[in-house]
């Protein structure tokens, strides 16, 4: 990477399924760190790759990190007919109590031939997996997003989607530190607040994210801890993005906030990006399009840091290329390890 190039430690998602001459021009002067789709984005193969090789044009050759959420279940960007649908993370979990063995394997499979479709778009990251711990009354936007209730159930699934994508060239992104499970309220329209004590928090919510801290691509969860910070969200406390995250976790990888659009967090959305900055997030992700905005984050954030930049690098360093797998067998393996065939 050129490091006399500035680039802006954010990653942005576009307005529309074609980008506009006002975008490309934003994202020219900017150099973001990345980009993300949405469905609004994604309507056949071909005008997802010319999307997606615009956006690296803006970029006149430096690296980037293209992002998109495709968890399989009820978060998935790219549909039928033109791709497959994926089981929700839950089926996994459940298929783990009967038979382990088969279960991790269907994962690992599974994310590989998510890693597929993603590499013949050009996209590198999927923003998966879910190492979330759900606990009972939890709200409904993890849910079935989650692989089990139990922490070691959780852990071991991840690990074996984190291997997939990398198997498949695709980076993975553990979300969402030091976890979401406990949120009574969905955070894209309130700050879910969490009373559970910090022992509670160890032996289930940090531990998946714990025994993956060396995976290269985190994201926070907009949620307000009272035993780690009584005042501000994990996006932009640095007692728990410098304690926890980096500390206790260990997690020294890329961290990035979760949307700063999202209603849990107060103020503008330049106030938003700069807190995140401030808090010790390396990337702010900034989601919705709105170009106004999108001039918002890019205004209040300062230039990366040394670290940050050797964490971006890293990142682009376990890009690899996709290994050899034939599609159609991985995925016959992939429904009887799961039992769907």
């Known amino acids: 990477m050129d490091r006399d190039v500035m680039r802006c430690p954010a990653i942005f998602g576009v307005e529309g399924q074609a980008l506009s001459v006002k975008?490309?021009?934003?994202?020219?002067?900017?150099?973001?760190?990345?980009?993300?789709?949405?469905?609004?984005?994604?309507?056949?193969?071909?005008?997802?790759?010319?999307?997606?090789?615009?956006?690296?044009?803006?970029?006149?050759?430096?690296?980037?990190?293209?992002?998109?959420?495709?968890?399989?279940?009820?978060?998935?960007?790219?549909?039928?007919?033109?791709?497959?649908?994926?089981?929700?993370?839950?089926?996994?979990?459940?298929?783990?109590?009967?038979?382990?063995?088969?279960?991790?394997?269907?994962?690992?499979?599974?994310?590989?031939?998510?890693?597929?479709?993603?590499?013949?778009?050009?996209?590198?990251?999927?923003?998966?997996?879910?190492?979330?711990?759900?606990?009972?009354?939890?709200?409904?936007?993890?849910?079935?997003?989650?692989?089990?209730?139990?922490?070691?159930?959780v852990t071991a699934l991840a690990r074996a989607a984190c291997d997939g994508l990398l198997e498949g060239g695709v980076l993975p992104v553990i979300k969402h530190i030091p976890g979401h499970g406990r949120a009574m309220a969905d955070s894209h329209k309130e700050l879910p607040r969490v009373d559970a004590t910090l022992e509670e928090l160890r032996e289930t919510d940090f531990a998946p994210f714990k025994a993956l801290a060396d995976i290269p691509l985190g994201m926070t969860g907009h949620m307000l801890f009272t035993a780690l910070d009584e005042h501000e969200s994990v996006t932009t406390s640095r007692r728990i993005v410098a304690g926890i995250i980096r500390g206790e976790i260990g997690f020294d990888g890329l961290l990035m906030s979760d949307d700063l659009n999202m209603e849990a967090l107060a103020g503008t959305l330049g106030e938003r990006a700069a807190r995140a900055q401030a808090a010790g997030c390396d990337v702010a992700l900034h989601c919705n399009g709105d170009f106004e905005q999108m001039k918002q984050v890019a205004g209040a954030l300062a230039p990366p840091s040394e670290k940050t930049l050797q964490r971006f690098e890293r990142a682009l360093e376990c890009l690899q290329a996709p290994q050899e797998i034939d599609l159609a067998e991985a995925r016959a393996e992939r429904d009887q390890r799961l039992a769907l065939a």
């Open 23 to 153: 975008e490309a021009k934003f994202l020219e002067e900017t150099k973001p760190f990345g980009f993300i789709l949405f469905a609004r984005n994604i309507d056949n193969p071909d005008q997802v790759k010319n999307l997606v090789a615009d956006l690296k044009a803006t970029l006149h050759g430096d690296p980037c990190l293209v992002l998109i959420d495709q968890e399989g279940g009820r978060v998935a960007r790219l549909r039928p007919p033109y791709w497959p649908d994926y089981p929700a993370g839950v089926r996994f979990g459940e298929r783990y109590d009967a038979d382990p063995a088969a279960s991790l394997t269907a994962m690992r499979l599974n994310s590989r031939l998510i890693a597929a479709d993603l590499n013949e778009l050009g996209i590198n990251v999927d923003c998966l997996p879910v190492l979330d711990v759900p606990v009972e009354g939890g709200h409904d936007v993890i849910g079935d997003r989650a692989y089990s209730t139990n922490p070691d159930v």
